[in-house]
């Protein structure tokens, strides 16, 4: 049973100027299963990250349907869209983006807050404490390394047990050590709540950590 | 995550730029609250004075100018009324009392007044009580002095103790000194919070008994010195005015006859001696007999305070006074309304030039946000990303500013009336009228509902936080309008 079903999508930027667009993703039929982990490759402004936007409904289609369980996030208005990515969608940034002003502790809880997740602060802890942080909880996001606040930004993906966790170049920042760290935190860390994992990159070593690489070239027909 | 930690926790990390645009709105707001919260408690307080005083009667001229120099002892006298004209008055049957005054010299800057026993009795002041000596007796004979309460703080001067008067009401280095004239302190009047706190009273006798030795040593009277003014105060004709009746000092007061002896010519009370910082008990009343009842020989008097036997004679007698050639008749709760309206208009050109301010500064806290966006866009991008709403994220924003405005605005209530605390002591050592400076300000603008239960200090605050809101709008929108995708692409 596909937990993520993707068909007949149609994406494309407006062109300059009057120009005619550019289509970016043209994806006839594809999808995940649930807790399903894929890597997808693909050359640099191949549509990947696009893809993921698509599929956390950040950005509409031009056609097309993105199922996941039984919803058409497409079919959304903005607000139930935003809703339902809190709720449902864990996003893990290329580049963590960790908001600078809260503490570890409370960008996880932010990640809760949009979700309308009571689980509070115990939660958010049991969190940190997943991904082996729960002594840093207090410390901003400048006084944390790269590596940490990388897996401070897994834990607020994972806030609200998602059932999609995508994540986009996240180990394009780190060492060849951390990097694998990461990825095994974020594989151990869906496996545990049952989510699927799509993680996007164009490093061929963190593809083969993971037993489905998918191609975006394979399934986009735009090239 | 509750809303208010979020924000408080923007506001935080950019403490510097928030700290520096609540500091703009603060100063403004100072400017406001403090403008209000003066000229309000000043307005009160003058109103209150002025209450206690139902009508005024004096030379003709300025009535604005005789209230302020009768109820208020600030500004110089109008003129004199001749003794017989207070008689006359006195005997009056719609007069309940009349209480003469007569501007005297003064000791360190405090005004010397002679009257009569009876102001400290029958005149009440907004409290209902009369004015009353605290400590020791009102003054009995010529030389002896009552002192208001500031007075006795500020000179340490304690019954018994003697002190030598300066001429003229304002304290300068060339003034004459009364050497051979001190008074002995025998009062000290109960603390008002009124401008009699910093007057010292006197025997009517005493003024003119001072003057006249100093007209025999070839001293200036008063009314010489200001004669000397080029603007001569506008009344009756020159036959017709009362200080012309006196060639020599137009001023000071006269005796018919002889003054009553000198302190310490009294029977049973030898003059006291001048021990400086010590205090002693009053001393004893003398024999009126033997030195008559102060302040009934003279020829001149300043002003009369006049009460009514009933309210309805007030507006007649104030006619019937003005119509005469003689004298003048002033309402000081009009005086005083007519003070602040000339006042007003000052007072409103400030407070516009600090609302403007306020508005100024309110301008920079858009600015400050709209630069901080572009730094912000990105987060704004993430916010979403993670699930919060365009609403949400303009809320936030919109909050953002206004609690920085709000910020501004109770640094400045503090600020204001911290302002007003340093020049409350100043004010109240020029005026003699107290200035709480932590008292809430009525709110004077609005519906009833409103100013009857918000002080101006929360409607200020209230107000600073809509506008900041407002100006947060702008910011706010573009947030709105943040395109996801691009910006966590960047």
Redesign the interface.
């Known amino acids: 049973m596909s937990l993520l079903q993707i068909r007949q999508l149609r994406v494309q930027y407006p062109g300059p100027d009057g120009e005619p667009p550019t289509p970016v993703l043209d994806i006839p039929d594809w999808g995940i299963a649930a807790g399903e982990q894929v890597a997808l490759v693909g050359a640099s402004g191949s549509g990947k990250?696009?893809l993921l936007?698509v599929v956390?409904g950040?950005?509409l289609p031009d056609s097309g349907e993105v199922r996941l369980g039984d919803t058409d996030i497409t079919r959304l208005d903005?607000?139930s869209r935003?809703?339902f990515?809190?709720?449902n969608i864990g996003?893990i940034?290329q580049q963590v983006?960790l908001?600078?002003?809260?503490t570890a502790l409370?960008n996880v809880?932010?990640?809760?807050?949009?979700?309308d997740n009571r689980a509070g602060t115990a939660e958010a802890l049991a969190l940190l404490e997943s991904v082996g942080l729960r002594e840093r909880a207090r410390y901003f996001p400048r006084q944390l390394s790269a590596g940490q606040q990388q897996r401070v930004g897994i834990a607020?993906a994972l806030a609200n047990r998602p059932r999609l966790v995508l994540a986009d170049e996240p180990t394009s920042a780190l060492d060849a050590r951390h990097r694998d760290a990461v990825i095994d935190l974020m594989q151990r860390l869906c496996q545990d709540i049952g989510a699927a994992l799509i993680v996007v990159t164009h490093d061929e070593a963190v593809a083969r950590r993971f037993p489905t690489t998918i191609r975006l070239a394979d399934i986009n027909h735009v090239h | 995550m509750h809303t208010l930690t979020v924000i408080y926790r923007n506001l935080r990390q950019r403490w510097l730029s928030t700290g520096l645009t609540a500091l703009s709105i603060g100063l403004g707001v100072a400017l406001v609250t403090a403008i209000t919260a003066l000229r309000q408690q000043a307005q009160a307080n003058f109103d209150n004075v002025a209450a206690s005083y139902e009508l005024v009667v004096g030379a003709k001229g300025s009535p604005l100018q005789l209230v302020l120099n009768t109820v208020f002892h600030l500004d110089v006298p109008v003129g004199n009324l001749p003794y017989s004209y207070y008689r006359k008055l006195k005997a009056d049957d719609r007069v309940a009392y009349a209480i003469p005054l007569a501007l005297g010299d003064n000791y360190r800057g405090f005004r010397l007044v002679g009257t009569e026993p009876e102001y400290f009795t029958l005149v009440r002041l907004k409290d209902g009580q009369p004015v009353a000596v605290a400590q020791g007796r009102p003054f009995a004979a010529d030389y002896e002095a009552v002192m208001g309460s500031v007075v006795a703080r500020e000179t340490g001067l304690a019954l018994g103790q003697t002190f030598v008067a300066r001429h003229g009401v304002e304290d300068t280095a060339a003034a004459e000194e009364h050497e051979d004239a001190p008074f002995t302190v025998v009062g000290i009047l109960r603390e008002t919070g009124t401008p009699l706190d910093r007057v010292i009273f006197i025997s009517l006798g005493s003024v003119d008994e001072i003057h006249q030795e100093s007209r025999d040593k070839g001293g200036k009277s008063l009314l010489e010195q200001l004669e000397a003014l080029p603007a001569e105060p506008s009344g009756s004709p020159p036959e017709d005015r009362p200080e012309d009746r006196n060639d020599h000092d137009h001023h000071h007061h006269h005796r018919k006859k002889p003054a009553a002896p000198p302190v310490g010519d009294t029977p049973g009370g030898d003059k006291p001696a001048v021990l400086p910082g010590q205090t002693t008990s009053a001393p004893a009343a003398p024999n009126q007999a033997a030195v008559g009842v102060p302040g009934q020989a003279i020829d001149e008097v300043t002003a009369i305070i006049v009460k009514l036997r009933s309210p309805g004679y007030l507006f007649l007698m104030h006619r019937e006074i003005n119509k005469g050639k003689d004298a003048q008749a002033a309402l000081p709760g009009v005086e005083v309304q007519k003070l602040f309206t000339i006042v007003g208009t000052v007072d409103r050109a400030l407070l516009l030039m600090s609302v403007l301010v306020v508005v100024v500064a309110a301008v920079s806290v858009l600015v400050a946000i709209y630069n901080s966006l572009a730094e912000r866009r990105r987060e704004v991008a993430v916010l979403r990303a993670l699930g919060a709403h365009r609403r949400t994220v303009f809320g936030w924003l919109v909050w953002e500013a206004a609690m920085t405005a709000a910020l501004g605005g109770v640094v400045g209530v503090l600020l204001g009336h911290a302002l007003l605390a340093v020049a409350g002591s100043s004010l109240k050592f020029l005026s003699g009228l107290p200035l709480d400076p932590w008292r809430w300000t009525r709110l004077e603008v609005g519906p009833a509902w409103l100013t009857a239960y918000v002080p101006f200090e929360v409607a200020v605050i209230a107000g600073t936080l809509v506008l900041g809101a407002v100006m947060g709008l702008l910011p706010a929108a573009l947030a709105y309008r943040t395109n996801v995708a691009r910006h966590l692409s960047e």
Do not use: K, N, S
Not at chain 1, 109 to 115: D, E, K, R, S
């Open positions: 990250t696009t936007h956390a950040i950005v903005e607000a935003d809703r990515r809190a709720a996003y940034f983006h908001l600078p002003a809260f409370e809880l932010l990640g809760m807050t949009f979700a607020r």
